[in-house]
């Protein structure tokens, strides 16, 4: 272990907005998640607050704002402990937005989740009108101000739940992973949303690219502990501690990658990506895994979700699908495993799926789903990796070898009796990915992969996926994965396939940030400016 | 003891016609309600949620209109008035009535259908016990069939399930005009505005709100599950899995709840719901209001009458 916090604080002569003196924190099932926290936020600072997942940023937060008490050690907001009237009078000036908008948006319609905070705070009705108008003005929903929460895209719930705290007038904004699952055009609005708030900002993130244009000090923390605390510029610049604590994003950048030397924004589309070519054959003398001609899905609302879409996809093939949020990828996706039926022509493995072989395709097709928790209901991660080949009836030794096999391939060894709720984010996904793979699917899809994972868990699920010697479908947004794991690249817009190119190409194309109206560079922009 | 007027002998075939009709009508009915949900391009992600209770709130009609505690009060109390109808005749009536209402309030065939299919699997047990069970009394008619003498069916057993069946349905029915023709949150401060407690009031609301969310984290798991091969059969490692699913969405579930009341207490929430909300009775109100309930107490009055008379 280095020295905690081994770099110059910063040093304010104004009183601290938020004081922590040996804050610890201990769960009731026994887990440490805050020990000996000793910090200041001052009025005006604009913090990252970085970290690895579960290294317990997220129960700080909610500490600064009361929501947990410290098992010992104080919490002071403006020199007064957080209790009795300071906890009304924090909740009144600090705004907090968690992760899922869903958390958020309780009441039944936009409007009424929006007003919900002014109400509270004792506005009268003109006020309460006011501010809600300006801020869904400010978050671009007006249109949506009837529309129940459910209704919503997740950007549009992401945008509505800020709306909702920017409403109460914070002089503090505390945001944990607010571009948590959106894609990269909800990014860009959603951080020119946040650079236009002058207040004190508390940013948690591991994404260093996102909160270099927010914040200029950086809290970094590790197993429940700070481990530094300095500008945000000196981190960055400090490789060792990045990659100390797993936030070393280097490997994203095309333009360099060793984050040996210093980056260069203009350089972000990757001159020779190094996506991964077939170890053993070329496109050309592989047989198709999966052919789609003509292919269509039409909602019962008869909205069309996808257009006459025509795709071969070889065995061994690594294939990425991007597009905006809604543009059809995870139906396309669904359609593939036979969740969903079109019309059209679809082979697999050169057999038309007829209703019988739909039944069988989970044997054939692996999924990774976008939130590991949907797919992970066993409780040890053992049963969970045993389910997939139990439901195929194979032999009790074929089911141990795959077990191994698939624990060791996904580095889960020794994890066997663990329960998965209490895995981090990282080590869920690896679960879900050993536990598709146990199946041994000539067909791997996998729903956005690196959504909510700090950049040393991409790592090594990108490690991982490369060693995966099967057909890959990526859905993701995140280009730099895609550069390191895809050979292939789709882009689908409005349910139809508008590019198919080799991603080398795709990631070369200088028209690629005005594509589909996706920023499509943003992940792979260097933080050095 | 009292001997009944009459006995009637059917060939055994129209039993079996009648059971096969009522175990079609019960599978259509638990297919088009237990079917998974349909996939719909308004809601994210492959499955679409239920349909939202107060779907229809935004057209106009008579029910939109009207005041909504006037509206409540005065549509529970003609539904106490139906519940307590014993002949079958005005029972009908109110089904007619209430279908009239329906038509008025513009809810939507769809909705209704799927409402009262919800309800016939229950609602038919009645059709098939009771005439078996109901004692047979002084002036009652039994049906017997041929090679079934141990199986008297008694009429008056049937018309009684009848009536029950039809008060269900009316009742069943009056529920559009009264939940689909007003936004839920309005209706439920009608409610709070009666007298119903907050928490309740407030349970109310966050249900409405959450269903969508779980409904939507079920389809998820569902799906996670089917893709990986599980299908339900009746062995121990069904109900093992199904037991981890129910599990695991509880454990959900709860979490959802800490963080969404985290969510309400940074948001200044003190134990109530705050709102603006005003309510105005105009004279049309009380007319309709009225008109609802002299309804009732007519139908309540000739039943009665019908009945002892």
Known sequence: MHELAGFTRHEQKAPPLFKTKALSFQYPDGRQALQGIDLAIYPGDRVALAGVNGSGKSTLAKHLIGLLSPTSGDCFYKERPLSGDTLTHVRREVGILFQDPDDHLFCNTIYDDIAFGPMNLGCGPKEVKRRVEKALSDVDLEKLAYRQPHTLSLGQKKRAAFAAVIAMQPDVLILDEPTANLDPKQKVIFQKLLQRFSGTLICISHFLPFVHSLCKRAVVMAEGRIHHDFSLNELIAHQEALREHGLDHTFRFNCCGSGDHHHHTDHSHPKSPRAPLNKKSTQHDRASLIRMRNYSFEYPDRSQALHTIDITIHHGESVAIVGENGAGKTTLASCLMGILRGRGEYLFQGNPVSDSLRKRLWQHIGMVFQDSSDQIFCPSCEEEVRFGPEQMQLEKEEIKKRLEDSLRLTGLKGYEKRVPLHLSGGERKRLAIAAAYSMLPPLLILDEPTANLDPESEKLLISILNDLDITKIVISHDMSFIAHCCERTLVMDQGRIVKDSKTAEFLGDNQLVSLNMLDYTYKNICAHG | ?309
Not at chain 2, 168 to 173: H, P, T
């Open chain 2, 1 to 309: 003891m009292s001997l009944p007027a009459e006995t009637i002998t059917l060939p055994l075939s129209w039993l079996l016609l009648f059971f096969a009709l009522f175990a079609s009508l019960l599978a259509l009915a638990a297919r088009s309600f237990l079917s998974t949900p349909q996939p719909s391009a308004s809601t994210p992600g492959p499955y679409s949620g239920l349909a939202a209770l107060d779907h229809t709130a935004d057209t106009r009609s008579l029910f939109h209109t009207w005041d909504p505690r006037l509206k409540v009060l005065s549509l529970l109390l003609y539904c106490f008035f139906v519940v307590s109808l014993s002949s079958l005749l005005f029972a009908s009536a109110a089904v007619l009535i209430a279908l009239a209402a329906v038509i008025i309030a513009g809810i939507p065939a769809q909705a209704v259908l799927r409402r009262m299919t919800a309800m016939a699997g229950f609602l038919g047990m009645f059709l098939v016990v009771m005439p078996l069970t109901v004692p047979v009394q002084e002036g009652d008619t039994l049906i017997r069939f041929t090679h079934l003498p141990f199986f008297t069916f008694n009429v008056r057993g049937i018309l009684t399930a009848l009536a029950i069946i039809t008060k269900a349905a009316a009742i069943s029915l009056m529920m559009g005009p009264l939940v689909n023709t007003s936004p839920f949150p309005i209706t439920v401060r009608a409610l709070s505005s009666l007298g119903v407690s907050q928490k309740i009031c407030q349970m109310l609301l966050l249900t409405h709100r959450y269903i969508y969310v779980f409904q939507h984290e079920i389809n998820r798991m569902q799906t996670a599950m089917r893709a990986r091969g599980f299908m339900m059969r009746s062995n121990l490692s069904t109900i093992r899995t199904i037991g981890n699913f129910l599990g695991m969405l509880f454990v959900r579930s709860f979490e959802r709840t800490e963080r969404v009341y985290d969510a309400m207490l940074c948001r200044g929430f003190t134990g109530a719901f705050p709102s603006h909300e005003s309510f105005h009775a105009r004279g049309k109100d009380w007319i309709i209001s009225a008109s609802w309930i002299i309804l009732g107490a007519v139908l309540f009055i000739l039943d009665r009458y019908w009945y002892t008379g």
